[in-house]
């Protein structure tokens, strides 16, 4: 059973940068693909990004391309997320996950655990 844990979530004025990072445990973070979702107040929970197991291919929804930045640290079982040019939109409670299976099709089929998140808000 994978556990994650996330943090660095705050309060950020558009244009500004933040990070949020995932420590996972009870698993080989090695052997998962890792992502980040995010479901803001009222709205569906969503893809952001995801990071294939080896961190060689990464993915993102096009609301965040350009601007956002995953990576991993498979020796610290560890993935961060480094948000750029943060718009008010991009207020959200943004939730860690993995998957056994692939980081390209995480965001149709979902992961297989969900970090509890960590709530980022961008005042205008």
């Known amino acids: 059973q994978v556990q994650l844990v996330e943090s660095g979530g705050g309060l950020v004025q558009a244009g500004d940068s933040l990070s949020v990072s995932c420590a996972a445990s009870?698993?080989?973070?090695?052997?998962?693909?890792m992502g980040w979702f995010r479901q803001a107040p009222g709205k569906e929970r969503e893809f952001v990004s995801s990071i294939s197991s080896k961190g060689i291919t990464t993915y993102y929804a096009d609301s965040v391309k350009g601007r956002f930045t995953i990576s991993r640290d498979n020796a610290k079982n560890t993935v961060s997320l480094q948000m750029n040019s943060l718009k008010p939109e991009d207020t959200a409670v943004y939730y860690c996950?993995?998957?056994?299976?692939?980081?390209?099709?995480?965001?149709?089929?979902?992961?297989?655990?969900w970090g509890k998140g960590t709530l980022v808000t961008v005042s205008s």
């Open positions: 996950a993995a998957s056994r299976t692939s980081a390209q099709t995480m965001g149709a089929r979902g992961p297989d655990y």
């Open positions: 009870g698993g080989t973070l090695s052997n998962y693909a």
